[in-house]
């Protein structure tokens, strides 16, 4: 195993431990790419989303929310495109009986290549101090070399996807000679198109019943209520839609945790703007959400940027934000620039006109779309993963700790009595009582004081107080925050103001 699946399987295990996320349906041995979110993953869910929700909504006057149904009337989805085109190439392995996504064979293929470029440049900086010409020359052959490799693959791969052709993309991955993880094997079946969407009946059999589907992407509740929320909201464009919703794929290739899961969440907001101007607010839009994501004090190397070669039907740019989980960097987000695609085709097809009057040029369009999508459960692990961290303290104990940014923590501060006696466990219940309107606290009072610091460093709690004899004496505590274990001492009226002045949003 190497270093980063034994991480990536170390934060997997904690993340059952203390109850942040549990296979579903366990007890009847799970249900592949399903997960459910325990008590303190519910909480770090919601936190997410009201810190995306503020960022986006509350703090742009031109963006509205909505909540739209999973169900949507089954003419939506051919209108989209996606009875049609939202499918993925599917591979088996003939030995292991594994079934691959085609182009996440490549991908990660490619991915390989540009973990031997990253080696040779951490070697070289290594080296630095005696990296003499050849060696310098030597190096950059090699890198070059890798490089000419991904674009020629890169190249390959985008036209197989443009066109749809499977059998080319067969022969690349035979070309490749890209072997079944599992059985180590090169021997695939054909390459086969299949259809990520979730079906069922509505209404009784017997009645005739339609086939409708669980949402893949919560977008068309947003495009079909397009005239619906700019009249009522009297928006004028530019403006956003915003709605966070479940969405469902039967994604085959179920792996990576709830990074690629069968129902997810997604925070997606619609940015409608004036024809020809689309580029110019996607370049908008992919810098403020950089920011949104920085903002949250995450190192800038762990994000990248990755723009789309090959684009889906509906966009005339698209970039994805990417985030350097355990396994490597992968898709967080979407930037999309969607052209008027969904708009006009939803008109076509309902034959309803889905036009805005423009007042300040007095035309009527059909606006164009920028679109920011972002999977809340790819947040999650994006955060998780970058909190999970072990410390080795200077008495060589090893300390677990969950780094998460404090604004998204879900306990934000545990209230713990030194010990079980003298009036402590009151006065610390009191200030519980006072406090737990405001936030998310949590009362300890078992086991020895060190222990209780490491359960709630395990849990990701920012802030502790301690009730000890002084408290009783003069009103203050000491406060002790996670990261630096620094601890200071501070009145109980004054906790709440020291919390709020940390916690505040800083977008
Ligand atoms: P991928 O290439 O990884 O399958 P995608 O390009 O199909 O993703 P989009 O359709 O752009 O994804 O969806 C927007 C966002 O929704 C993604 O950036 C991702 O964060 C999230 N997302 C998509 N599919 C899943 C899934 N199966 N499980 C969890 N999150 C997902």
């Known amino acids: 195993m190497t270093h980063s699946e034994e991480s990536f399987k170390k934060i997997i295990a904690h993340a059952k431990e203390y109850g942040y996320i549990f296979p579903s349906s366990e007890i009847y041995d799970g249900l592949s790419a399903v997960y459910d979110y325990g008590p303190y993953g519910c909480e770090l869910k919601n936190n997410i989303k009201d810190y995306w929700w503020k960022s986006m909504v509350r703090m742009h006057e031109n ?40 182009d996440v064979l490549i991908e990660d293929y490619i991915q390989k290549i540009e973990d031997k470029i990253d080696k040779e440049v951490q070697k070289a900086a290594k080296r630095f101090d005696n990296f003499d010409e050849s060696m310098y020359r030597q190096t950059n052959a090699r890198v070059l070399g890798y490089q000419q490799k991904i674009d020629e693959i890169q190249s390959r791969f985008v036209s197989c996807m443009e066109k749809s052709d499977w059998e080319a993309l067969k022969d ?18 054909e390459v ?57 794929r039967n994604e085959i290739v179920a792996r990576q945790f709830i990074f ?31 920011r949104w994501h920085e903002s949250l004090g995450i190192e800038k190397a762990f994000f990248r940027f990755r723009d789309h070669e090959k684009m889906a039907h509906y966009a005339n740019a698209a970039t994805d934000i990417e ?47 920028v679109e920011t999508s972002i999977g809340l459960d790819r947040m999650f692990l994006a955060i998780f993963s970058y909190a999970y961290t072990e410390e080795t303290l200077e008495d060589n104990t090893v300390r677990t700790v969950l780094k998460i940014p404090p604004i998204l923590a879900p306990v934000k501060l545990a209230i713990l009595p030194l010990v079980r006696k003298d009036g402590m466990p009151e006065k610390a219940k009191e200030i519980l009582k006072d406090l737990q309107y405001s936030f998310l606290c949590q009362y ?10 490491r359960r709630q460093d395990a849990i990701g709690t920012p802030y ?5 004899n002084q408290t009783l004496e003069d009103n203050t505590v000491t406060i002790r925050e996670r990261d630096s274990m620094k601890q200071e001492r501070i009145a109980i009226e004054n906790i709440e103001n020291y919390l709020n002045t940390l916690l505040k949003i800083k977008i």
């Open 63 to 102: 963006i509205v929310g909505i909540d739209s149904a999973i169900f949507m009337h089954p003419t939506v989805w051919k209108a989209s495109g996606h009875v049609d085109a939202f499918n993925d190439p599917l591979i088996d392995n003939k030995d292991s009986k594994k079934r691959y996504r085609a």
């Open 172 to 189: 690349l991955i035979d070309e490749l000679g890209i072997s079944c993880p599992v059985s180590g094997s090169k021997n695939w079946t």
């Open 192 to 248: 086969r198109q299949f259809n990520l969407m979730f079906a069922t009946q509505m209404g009784s059999v017997a009645d005739g019943a339609d086939t409708v589907y669980l949402r893949p992407e919560t977008a068309q509740g947003i495009f079909v209520n397009f005239l619906n929320v700019q009249k009522t909201s009297r928006m004028k464009i530019p403006f956003g839609i915003a709605q966070i919703g479940k969405a469902f």
């Open 260 to 290: 690629r899961m069968k129902e997810f969440e997604q925070m997606e907001m619609q940015f409608f703007v004036r024809p020809g101007e689309e580029i110019q607010w996607f370049e908008y839009w992919k810098s403020e959400r950089i």
């Open 323 to 369: 985030f350097k989980f355990p396994f490597g960097f992968r898709e967080l987000e979407g930037i999309h620039s969607r052209t008027d695609f969904d708009l006009k085709s939803h008109q076509q097809t309902s034959g309803k006109k889905l036009q805005y009057f423009d007042p300040e040029t007095n035309e009527s369009y059909v606006p164009y779309v």
């Open 444 to 453: 300890d009072e078992k086991d020895a004081i060190g222990r209780r610091y």
């Open 464 to 468: 502790c107080v301690t009730v000890d």
